[in-house]
């Protein structure tokens, strides 16, 4: 297979581009690297179009290794021919490949083994054939009372057996059949026990075309069938099936042909439905996994990629009711400064003696933020945390952040070893006030399945969940860069071409000697070899270094290049320093960017990265963002009435709509429908993760907690 043909047909690029990224992942470069500093090479692909041909790339190269198997292994039974062969290189996806490989994979004992022992695969050739013999009288031939074929009806019966397998197993037939069933059948559940309530009441009855039932409602319904609630079937008219395999093998009307419609039935329904049923809906839900771990991945970006806020001293409150809410004040490093437990739930006395407490640490640490937990009396929290900002004249705002995975952290041995003196309790608010100052740094210490943005997370095959999460975080953390002083362990550890072993080196290095000075004094980190040093250099920051360079997303490979543009427009390395260097793009347009590039020796979209990131060094792409939305005052779901207007936070987007933020403890969905005025595909063409939003109340259900908006209109 020519991989770079394939891969440039399907991702709509050059052949050219599509063999360079091959070459360029053969080579072991990471994808955050090709996709910033090789741009050249594959025509300034994005880093998730170039993790998409990467898993495009393995797959294909699975699917060659398994076609040359299962050659092998046919060719080694003496049974290899033209017409297999052909079909094997033409299969496009595995299952094809093991279709074909059906007839020949070795069985465990089946009635049509039974019946090739005792000798009646000639008897089933022949009814195959569909000729004019009498069948009576050639099934005689085959009694014999010391194999168990005591008449002629049993002989019919075992050839009937084989030919019913042979159907069975012919892949043409399987591919036919499974085509017309993805076109014409339904996904059906029913009840397991009608009487017994569950929320997947909506499905005891239910039924939808397979073609196009959608991802959320076939997870919900397998699910419901896993808890053993429903029973689920794919439905389909059975003659329609039927039609297409007397077609391919039933040639008249006379005994023989009868005989083998009786077994193509046979085969039908005993063999080939149940498991296509089993395939197809195997490749069902393999596709709604696929689609929801895509949805995830979006999330999980938007949430990383949420603005940090930066430089303001914040307090982190993790709420609850019998333990009291855990409070940690961090300064705008993140180290922490003060920590307290306070019971804003137990009574008037502790709600007085809790605002006190809080006021006075406002006060002493000039605390400007407040994050709240979103979990377990987070509303209680919000509520006390709102009236306590209102008697103080002190600026203060706060957040409800979300705490997913916050307890996994706070007991981990990372936080043990980022907070020895710390209860675990405590750890989980400084957690939370580090996540409203920078939700990269803070969320890259915790699994990313733990942070919950999805939707049935927990059913996803986790090993291609955590590979889609994994990447998600990597391409983040390398879209924003790393200070390399400041940086922990758990946030090197995602940095383009540094293992965790690695990052460790970096931390134990920069203990021994203090701060790295230079991006080059990286060489001198235990295991970090030259391609590491490539691979990671440029998403690394050294602000303290005496080279300007080293605190931007300029490459070192390119650091000639950066100086010689310098030259020809009149600069020095020092104004980058000085920020002087606001008028760098104007001065290259006038002397032309194709002229500039072969002046600099480099192409021209390294170029414009280099100016862009002279022009604005230490840049962080999040601070184009829209900030976060914070508040002072809170909401009750009671105060809220029809037609009100409200800003919101986006917190999840689902295949069926977004849940927004707005203030209150519930958040509210604004359904698929609500959306936009346009018809839109998903929710995700419109809204990501952290996107703040204007909404308008449509109904409220404050006895079940739900709020429906829209965003229409507004």
Known sequence: MNYAEKLAAEFSIRAEYAQNIINLLDEGNTIPFIARYRKEMHGTLDDQTIRAISERLEYLRNLEKRKEEVYSLIDGLGKMDDEIAAALEKAEVLTEVEDIYRPYRPKRKTRASVAKEKGLEPLAELIFAQGSEDLSQEAEKYVDAEKGIESGQDAIQGAMDIISENVSDNAEIRKRLKNIIRLNAQLSSKAVDPEKD???????????????????????????????FLRVSIDIEDEKCLKIIYRLLVKGEGELSQTVKAACEDAYGRLIFPSVEREL??????????????????????????????????????????????????????????????????????????????????????????????????????????????????????????EAGASVYSAS?????????????????????????????????????????????????????????????????????????????????????????????????????????????????????????????????????????????????????????????????????????????????????EAAAQQTGVGVPTLSDIIRELSKPGRDPRDELPPPLLRTDVLDIKDLKEGMELKGTVRNVIDFGAFVDIGVHQDGLVHISQISQKRIRHPSDVLNVGDVVKVKVLSVDAEKGRISLTMKGI
């Open 198 to 228: 569950s929320v997947y009441r909506q499905y005891y009855d239910y039924s939808e075309p397979v073609a196009k039932i959608a991802d959320h409602r076939l997870l919900a319904i397998n699910r419901g069938e896993r808890e053993g």
């Open 281 to 402: 809906r195997n490749e069902m839900t393999e596709k709604a996994d696929e689609n929801s771990i895509a949805v995830f991945a979006m999330n999980l970006r938007g949430l990383l990629m949420q603005p940090p806020v930066k430089g303001h001293t914040a307090i982190g409150l993790d709420p609850g009711f019998r333990t009291g809410c855990k409070l940690a004040v961090v300064d705008a490093t993140g180290r922490v400064l003060d920590t307290a437990v306070i019971y804003p739930t137990h009574g008037a006395a502790q709600v007085q003696k809790s605002k006190t407490v809080l006021k006075n640490m406002i006060r002493k640490h000039h605390a400007e933020m407040i994050a709240i937990g979103n979990g377990t009396a987070s509303k209680e929290t919000e509520m006390f945390t709102a009236e306590c900002i209102s008697e103080i004249d002190d600026k203060v705002s706060y957040m409800v952040v979300s």
């Open 413 to 593: 041995k990372l936080a043990a070893e980022e907070m020895p003196d710390l209860d675990l309790t405590l750890r989980s608010a400084v957690s939370i006030a580090r996540r409203l100052q920078d939700p990269l740094a803070e969320l890259v210490k915790i699994e990313p399945k733990a942070i919950g943005v999805g939707q049935y997370q927990h059913d996803m095959p986790q090993k291609r969940l955590s590979e889609a999460l994994d990447g998600v975080v990597e391409d983040c953390v390398n879209a924003v860069g790393a200070d390399l002083n400041t940086a922990s362990p758990a946030l090197l550890s995602r940095v383009a071409g540094i293992s965790k072993t690695v990052s460790g080196n970096i931390v134990a290095y920069r203990e021994e000697h203090g701060a790295f000075t230079s991006r080059a004094e990286l060489k001198k980190v235990s295991k970090l070899g030259p391609k590491a040093f490539e691979q990671c250099a440029g998403f690394l920051r050294v602000p303290e270094s005496a080279n300007p360079l080293d605190n931007t997303g300029v490459h070192p490979e390119s650091y000639p290049a950066a100086e010689k543009l310098l030259e020809i427009c009149g600069y020095q390395t020092a104004d980058i320093k000085n920020g002087s260097l606001s008028e760098l793009n104007e001065k290259v347009k006038s002397i032309g960017m």
